[in-house]
């Protein structure tokens, strides 16, 4: 598992290209290891996962499956991959440039936000094989493209290409052919550029909020609200502004 930081976010690299990125025992544990290594950087404000070429992730590697390691593709904590389970506090943005296939698809699911070169492709196709998608495809698809779409991908298990997952919202950015991890460097340096505590914040607020009714959400915007405004890097913010200067964000 690749790792490497720069300015404000780190950039985790799945690094098994003879078998497309497939997830094996030492790629769940090292993406579980990588994201602690992330979170536990104060200078980290925002996190990348990729895939060396020429694919994203071709989901769980079958080998590993046919010699009775099914067990070990999941971390008690991230569950499949270290990652499709795991509670987060820092954004973490998919960078897509290839197929991102069966658990690939749902390791790119499992993150906020997602940057795809018009080379990558989406796809469940478990059913292929006698199986049924398991690590948050069948609950998480349906809520970031319109729910016959999801249904007829997982049904079908046919691929959705980068494309037209950009046109229905599944890909944030959709880029050249090779330069996926650039636009998210890119991305992650302007969602760096502002306060770590009310980016926590916000994103959390959001996450907690989704299944909640109005009157819960809104509890939970307050609840949120109160915890930015007690905060050093609020009155850091403001005398910014009014300074017009560039802030410095300590996170607190």
Not at 42 to 57: K, S
Not at 75 to 82: E, I, L
Request: hydrophobic share 50%.
């Amino acid at each position: 598992m690749g790792y490497r930081s720069a300015g404000h976010h780190a950039v985790l690299t799945i690094e098994r290209p003879q078998a497309r990125n497939a997830v094996d025992p030492a790629v769940a544990t090292g993406i579980e290891q990588a994201l602690d290594r992330a979170e536990a950087d104060r200078q980290v404000r925002v996190v990348i996962l990729t895939g060396a070429p020429p694919a994203f992730c071709a989901g769980a590697d079958l080998k590993a499956l046919a010699a009775g390691e099914g067990d070990r593709l999941s971390t008690a904590r991230g569950g499949f991959a270290g990652i499709v389970a795991r509670r987060r506090s820092k954004p973490l943005i998919a960078a897509v440039d290839g197929p991102a296939l069966a658990g690939g698809t749902e390791i790119v699911l499992a993150c906020d936000l997602v940057v795809a070169s018009r080379a990558a492709s989406f796809g469940v196709p478990e059913v292929k094989r006698g199986l049924i998608a398991g690590a948050g495809a069948l609950f998480r698809l349906g809520a970031k493209l319109p729910p016959n779409l999801a249904m007829e991908m997982v049904l079908t298990g046919d691929r959705l290409d980068a494309v037209a997952a950009h046109a229905h919202g599944l890909v944030n950015r959709l880029c050249a052919p090779g330069q996926a991890l650039a636009g998210a460097v890119e991305m992650a340096e302007r969602i760096a550029a502002n306060a770590p505590l009310a980016l926590a914040t916000a994103r959390a607020v959001m996450l907690d909020s989704a299944g909640m009714t109005e009157r819960q959400a809104w509890a939970r915007t307050a609840e949120g609200n109160r915890t930015v405004l007690a905060s050093e890097d609020v009155r850091e913010g403001i005398a910014a502004f009014v300074e017009k200067r560039t802030p410095i964000w300590t996170g607190r």
